[in-house]
């Protein structure tokens, strides 16, 4: 993005000075190439330095690529001592400039949400300023909206006066072309929250729908590592995980133990489910779960796929008891945990239930492996 930024983007800069008063105007403001773009905001920049010239003036930018259609600037306008924003968000595509309500779905919250908020910041606000709040002066992080509020009136200290409104929190009306980011939001996953991800391997099997059924009453996704021959006969179940927000992995074709294999037999193992998965749901998995957890960097070389494992193993298929395998896994789960079960037997059914109860309670939400991936990254950013 740096690159493209920086050629598409010349920055424009003057520097006037008039010694015999000491007044400076030092403007920067960057070149587009969007017509309609360029020319609003050099309309704003020469009105402003006409008003302005017999004062020291500042003009400074901050340039955001929202996503590969929109386009983000924010001119902070330094007069003497004094501070104002002006911002424009701009569609490429639409070729037109956006206002908050092209940005986020519910603005009546979000307008009632910033004024509690003032009100609790600045407890002598006047209702006037209040009621004139501007939501179009915003600009974006990658965590937050931020709305800046031109009202110096109610700050002493004279500084641009904005609110953070962190993203996840905001029902967004623009694509932010980030699929896992948007699942996230939509499951109500903000930073910080407990998450676990729930794997189930081996299947799918004639199991495989009651957990789908257990995971719905919940409201909870899993990520199902399936094995190629087996998925021939469960094309239907492969759509529903997908349809009702839950994840497939490939676990190889035939369930051999992966670390004696060559390169290409290793390959087909991988290859032949991708391919059949692909077919049967028009999903191609990013994700894979080596068979009994063994593999080395040798085979890690030969795919793209993410080799998942687990931290958590409830053991199902050995204990084979509802009690056993809940123990196995409740006291062992941590926030960012992978629980390990199988959905080709009727223990981890019998058992999957009380779990995600219990989790729940614990303040536990559950995401995909992928959604979980997403979080961690989104955690060190
Ligand atoms: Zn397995």
């Known amino acids: 993005m740096w690159k493209k930024f920086l050629i598409i983007l010349l920055i424009f800069t003057y520097g006037c000075t008039n010694k015999s008063n000491n007044k400076v105007a030092n403007i920067n403001y960057p070149i587009t190439n969007i017509g309609e773009l360029d020319e609003e905001i050099t309309s704003y920049v020469n009105k402003t330095y006409k008003k302005y010239k017999k004062d020291n003036l500042n003009i400074s930018y901050k340039y955001k690529d929202i996503n590969e259609n929109i386009i983000n600037i924010s001119l902070t306008i330094k007069i003497n001592e004094n501070y104002k924003i002006k911002t424009f968000t701009y569609d490429k595509k639409k070729e037109k400039f956006l206002t908050i309500e092209n940005i986020v779905r519910d603005v009546n919250t979000l307008d009632y949400n910033l004024k509690e908020q003032l009100l609790e910041k600045y407890k002598d606000i006047n209702i006037e300023y209040l009621n004139s709040v501007n939501l179009n002066l915003f600009e974006f992080d990658d965590k937050n909206l931020r709305i800046f509020l031109n009202l110096k009136n109610i700050n002493k200290d004279r500084e641009i006066i904005h609110l953070d409104i962190p993203l996840n929190s905001l029902d ?14 939509k499951k109500n996953i903000s930073l910080g929250d407990k998450i676990v991800a729930i794997t189930f391997d081996d299947g799918p099997s004639k199991y495989t729908n009651d957990i789908l059924d257990i995971l719905k009453k919940y409201k909870a996704s899993a990520t199902f590592f399936v094995v190629g021959e087996k998925a021939y006969y469960g094309g239907e179940t492969l759509k529903r995980i997908l349809n009702e927000g839950s994840e497939i992995g490939n676990h190889s074709f035939s369930h051999k133990l992966l670390t004696n294999l060559t390169e290409e037999e290793f390959k087909n193992e991988i290859n032949q489910t991708q391919e059949i998965i692909k077919n049967l749901t028009g999903f191609t998995p990013k994700l894979f779960r080596p068979t009994y957890g063994g593999y080395t960097n040798r085979l890690k070389e030969y795919t793209n796929l993410t080799f998942v494992l687990w931290d958590v193993d409830s053991k199902d298929w050995k204990v084979k008891d509802k009690d056993k395998i809940i123990n196995n896994v409740v006291p062992y789960v941590k926030s960012g945990s992978i629980i390990l079960f199988h959905d080709n037997h009727e223990y981890a059914v019998n058992s999957i239930e009380d779990i995600l109860i219990t989790l729940k309670d614990k303040g536990y ?10 979080y961690k990254k989104l955690m060190e950013e």
């Open 172 to 185: 967004l009306i623009i694509d932010k072309n980030d699929d896992l980011y948007l699942s996230l939001k």
């Open 365 to 374: 939400k559950f995401v995909t492996i992928s959604e979980l991936l997403e």
